[in-house]
Structures are given as structure tokens and as C-alpha cells.
């Protein structure tokens, strides 16, 4: 699935090429035919100073009014007209506004994208890049986003535009926004064609790796006019994966089956970034396919014996459960994991591909290698939080820094390279 390349024909009198904002409409208060626009009020009452001026040269002045009245009434005129006169050439004309800057950017799929400067205005089609929005600080920017987007809560909060797969093109463009997130894996080509032909500019992401999502977050950053925090959400990540790096680089990996789905059994191919997360935690997955999220022959996975099955649990308890039923299904059962209740269990967030995701990592190597993350012995509290920081930790530093709306909670998803 890819989004379109190229320019589209954008229809209509009021429209411009594609990426370009369309053209406004900008209505002249009290317009007439004849006034250039001018209130009628002041064109009338200087009509009718002129009439006045031609019948006080008829004399009308000099006979309507006592000679002592005539020279204060004389200047009075003489005020009223040159005040008036300013006045309509004034309202007479309209400055024009300044116009707009615009930047031409390529996004990840190598399209050419025409920004309007600055972007005040954005809409996300995807939670992955409304986590990060977030976690760039600039959520009083977000303007919508989609019926998926709960991290953190506040997004839930935004106007809704639909799914990513058919959001409302009616209430995206209702929005106004300066410029609309997507990303390949989640939103359609036909979306961001449909966004162009309306005049409406769209910025694209696809990350396949954990190095690609820093990047991209750097990328988007700089798009948006914040560079500055791009490079510190990315420099945090970078650093915690580096520490887990150096915990769990010399040990040998776990053979795990990530359990996408139970029924058909879907894993994670070897090409996505959730297969890159698996590698920095420490774990090696037993599926080898090209193909992103497989179908996997259940029999074969009995063959190669995973020591862990691996979840990604969107509501607390509910992996549990699951496991309760699959310990009792005759292909399941037979699996050593699940005789002897190995499985791993850890945040959706390990399906987005935003800054939570290193958490998510963390929290699986925690599960696979405890060791790694032992207390040193005689260890102070201080000493141990400064050598363990846990993914609580860094998903608060990576949200509640940028965000007083945002909370740590572990709400739904689901692994589709959201």
C-alpha cells in the first residue's frame, strides 16, 4: 500500500496546485456598485456635502441663515468636508494582506509537499503520529484526529475525522488545517490523492525500524518549526536504547512467537519495525517471512518450541484470559510455553511507531532477561532508579514534559504499524 506520487488536477475556479492551500474568498463589507466598497453611510452623507457646497454657491446659506449665524456655519462645513473626504478615499481601498510562506519538503515516500509556514493548524490520521505530536508539544496545534488516537487521554478530546482507513474528507477540510499526518502503513493512497484535489497539503511517514522512528521524529519536527524539541524527544530515545544496549547486548536472544492474533495465528514479518523492537529486547522471533504480518501454521510453531509467546495487551488482565483459553485448545496446548505459563506481556505501544515504543522495548526485555535488570546488592534507591529507569519513567519524561493533559496509561490498539 503506498501513497500516490505525483501532482493531481485540482478542479475549480478557486483552486491551485496540489499542496497549495485554495484561494480565499474575501467579501467586501457594504460593497456597492459605483462606492468601491465604501460604508454607505459615508458615501451618502459626503453626497449629500457636495449638494449642500453647490447650493451655498447658489446662495442658500446666505438667505437660510441670520448674518451673524453664517461665518460659524460656513466653518463648520468647511470641517465636515475635509473630514469626510479622507474618509471615503479610506474606506475606498483595502490593504492587501501579506502574503503566506510556504516551504517545499519531500516526505518519506518521496512526494513533494508544499507547507504552508507556519503550520498552525494540523490533523493526524494515524495515533502514531498524534502520540507524537504530543510528544513534541504541540498538541494545542491538533486540530483532529482519528477514533483510534487515545494516547494520551487528552487526544480523545480532539474532533474526530473517522477511521484512518476512510476518515471524513467533509470534516478534515471543516478543519482547516494547515497541514494533514499520515503514514503509509495505516492510511490509503486514495485518502492523500483525495486530500490534493482538494487543495489540502499532506505529510507522509514510513518508519520500518526503531532507527527510523527517531528519524522520522526529527523529520516531522522540522517540518512542523520545532527542531529543537525533534532532537530532544529523539536524543532521549537514543539514550535509553543505548543503556538497554549495553544490558542485554552480550546475552543470547529468546526464541519468541509474537502473538498478533490468536485465530487465524498472525505473527510479525521480518521487515517491520515491531521485528526490530523484538531484536533490541533481546528476543528473536521463530517466524521468517518477507510478508509484514503472516499467517502462521500453528503445527510449526509446536515444531520450533518458542521459549516465550509474546502480547501486546490493550486492556489490563485481558492477555490473562486469554491464555486461561488457549491453554485448553488442543493445537495450544501442546506448546511448552503454555504448559508452563511463559509468555510476556507488555503495551500497545509497541505497535505504534511513535516515542512510547522504546518503553514498550524496555518492558519486554525486563520480562525476557531479568537478570539484566537485577539490584545491585547494598545498591541505595537512588543509585538503583539512576541505573534502572523504568518505561513508566520514560514514557512520563517523553509525554508529561510537553504535556499537562497527558497520563500514563496503557489504553488500546492493535499491531498494524499504527
Same mark, same amino acid.
Given at each position: 500500500?503506498?501513497?500516490?506520487?505525483?501532482?493531481?488536477?485540482?478542479?475549480?475556479?478557486?483552486?491551485?496546485?496540489?499542496?497549495?492551500?485554495?484561494?480565499?474568498?474575501?467579501?467586501?463589507?457594504?460593497?456597492?456598485?459605483?462606492?468601491?466598497?465604501?460604508?454607505?453611510?459615508?458615501?451618502?452623507?459626503?453626497?449629500?456635502?457636495?449638494?449642500?457646497?453647490?447650493?451655498?454657491?447658489?446662495?442658500?446659506?446666505?438667505?437660510?441663515?441670520?448674518?451673524?449665524?453664517?461665518?460659524?456655519?460656513?466653518?463648520?462645513?468647511?470641517?465636515?468636508?475635509?473630514?469626510?473626504?479622507?474618509?471615503?478615499?479610506?474606506?475606498?481601498?483595502?490593504?492587501?494582506?501579506?502574503?503566506?510562506?510556504?516551504?517545499?519538503?519531500?516526505?518519506?515516500?518521496?512526494?513533494?509537499?508544499?507547507?504552508?509556514?507556519?503550520?498552525?493548524?494540523?490533523?493526524?490520521?494515524?495515533?502514531?503520529?498524534?502520540?507524537?505530536?504530543?510528544?513534541?508539544?504541540?498538541?494545542?496545534?491538533?486540530?483532529?484526529?482519528?477514533?483510534?488516537?487515545?494516547?494520551?487521554?487528552? /487526544?480523545?478530546?480532539?474532533?474526530?475525522?473517522?477511521?484512518?482507513?476512510?476518515?471524513? #474528507? =467533509?470534516?478534515? $477540510?471543516? +478543519?482547516? &488545517? %494547515?497541514?494533514?499526518?499520515?503514514?503509509?502503513?495505516?492510511?490509503?493512497?486514495?485518502?492523500?490523492?483525495?486530500?490534493?484535489?482538494?487543495?489540502?497539503?499532506?505529510?507522509?511517514?514510513?518508519?520500518?525500524?526503531?532507527?527510523?522512528?527517531?528519524?522520522?521524529?526529527?523529520?516531522?519536527?522540522?517540518?512542523?518549526?520545532?527542531?529543537?524539541?525533534?532532537?530532544?524527544?529523539?536524543?532521549?530515545?537514543?539514550?535509553?536504547?543505548?543503556?538497554?544496549?549495553?544490558?542485554?547486548?552480550?546475552?543470547?536472544?529468546?526464541?519468541?512467537?509474537?502473538?498478533?492474533?490468536?485465530?487465524?495465528?498472525?505473527?510479525?514479518?521480518?521487515?517491520?519495525?515491531?521485528?526490530?523492537?523484538?531484536?533490541?529486547?533481546?528476543? /528473536?522471533?521463530?517466524?521468517?517471512?518477507?510478508?509484514?504480518?503472516?499467517?502462521?501454521? #500453528? =503445527?510449526?510453531? $509446536?515444531? +520450533?518450541? &518458542? %521459549?516465550?509467546?509474546?502480547?501486546?495487551?490493550?486492556?489490563?488482565?485481558?492477555?490473562?484470559?486469554?491464555?486461561?483459553?488457549?491453554?485448553?485448545?488442543?493445537?495450544?496446548?501442546?506448546?511448552?510455553?503454555?504448559?508452563?505459563?511463559?509468555?510476556?506481556?507488555?503495551?500497545?505501544?509497541?505497535?505504534?511507531?511513535?516515542?512510547?515504543?522504546?518503553?514498550?522495548?524496555?518492558?519486554?526485555?525486563?520480562?525476557?532477561?531479568?537478570?539484566?535488570?537485577?539490584?545491585?546488592?547494598?545498591?541505595?534507591?537512588?543509585?538503583?532508579?539512576?541505573?534502572?529507569?523504568?518505561?513508566?519513567?520514560?514514557?512520563?519524561?517523553?509525554?508529561?514534559?510537553?504535556?499537562?493533559?497527558?497520563?500514563?496509561?496503557?489504553?488500546?490498539?492493535?499491531?498494524?504499524?499504527?
Amino acid at each position: 500500500m503506498q501513497i500516490g506520487r505525483g501532482p493531481a488536477t485540482v478542479i475549480g475556479s478557486n483552486s491551485r496546485k496540489s499542496g497549495h492551500p485554495p484561494l480565499a474568498q474575501r467579501p467586501v463589507p457594504f460593497a456597492r456598485k459605483g462606492h468601491a466598497g465604501s460604508p454607505p453611510g459615508v458615501s451618502r452623507g459626503f453626497f449629500v456635502s457636495r449638494r449642500i457646497s453647490r447650493r451655498n454657491r447658489g446662495g442658500f446659506l446666505n438667505t437660510a441663515l441670520p448674518s451673524r449665524l453664517r461665518p460659524a456655519a460656513f466653518a463648520a462645513l468647511a470641517v465636515f468636508l475635509c473630514a469626510a473626504a479622507p474618509s471615503h478615499a479610506q474606506s475606498a481601498t483595502h490593504p492587501s494582506p501579506e502574503p503566506h510562506a510556504f516551504r517545499e519538503v519531500v516526505d518519506e515516500t518521496g512526494r513533494s509537499v508544499r507547507v504552508r509556514l507556519p503550520v498552525r493548524r494540523i490533523v493526524s490520521l494515524a495515533p502514531s503520529l498524534t502520540e507524537t505530536i504530543y510528544a513534541l508539544g504541540l498538541q494545542d496545534r491538533l486540530v483532529g484526529d482519528t477514533d483510534y488516537c487515545d494516547y494520551p487521554p487528552d /487526544a480523545q478530546k480532539k474532533t474526530k475525522v473517522g477511521g484512518g482507513i476512510n476518515p471524513s #474528507l =467533509e470534516v478534515i $477540510a471543516s +478543519l482547516h &488545517p %494547515d497541514l494533514v499526518l499520515a503514514t503509509k502503513s495505516f492510511n490509503r493512497r486514495e485518502t492523500t490523492q483525495a486530500l490534493e484535489e482538494l487543495g489540502i497539503p499532506s505529510y507522509a511517514t514510513d518508519p520500518h525500524t526503531v532507527a527510523d522512528i527517531t528519524a522520522s521524529i526529527k523529520k516531522l519536527a522540522d517540518v512542523l518549526g520545532v527542531p529543537e524539541a525533534g532532537g530532544s524527544v529523539a536524543e532521549e530515545m537514543q539514550h535509553h536504547l543505548a543503556d538497554l544496549r549495553q544490558r542485554i547486548g552480550s546475552l543470547p536472544p529468546k526464541r519468541v512467537l509474537f502473538v498478533v492474533w490468536t485465530q487465524p495465528l498472525i505473527s510479525t514479518g521480518n521487515n517491520t519495525f515491531l521485528a526490530d523492537a523484538l531484536r533490541r529486547a533481546g528476543a /528473536a522471533s521463530i517466524v521468517d517471512s518477507s510478508q509484514d504480518w503472516p499467517q502462521v501454521n #500453528l =503445527e510449526e510453531v $509446536a515444531r +520450533l518450541q &518458542p %521459549d516465550f509467546l509474546v502480547f501486546a495487551e490493550s486492556q489490563p488482565g485481558s492477555t490473562s484470559r486469554e491464555m486461561e483459553k488457549l491453554a485448553t485448545l488442543p493445537g495450544w496446548k501442546i506448546l511448552h510455553a503454555v504448559r508452563d505459563r511463559r509468555y510476556a506481556v507488555i503495551s500497545d505501544a509497541v505497535n505504534r511507531p511513535a516515542p512510547r515504543i522504546v518503553s514498550a522495548i524496555e518492558e519486554l526485555a525486563r520480562q525476557l532477561h531479568p537478570a539484566a535488570f537485577a539490584e545491585k546488592p547494598g545498591g541505595t534507591k537512588k543509585e538503583i532508579e539512576k541505573d534502572h529507569p523504568s518505561s513508566h519513567k520514560l514514557a512520563l519524561s517523553l509525554f508529561i514534559r510537553n504535556s499537562p493533559h497527558a497520563h500514563l496509561s496503557l489504553t488500546g490498539g492493535c499491531a498494524c504499524g499504527r
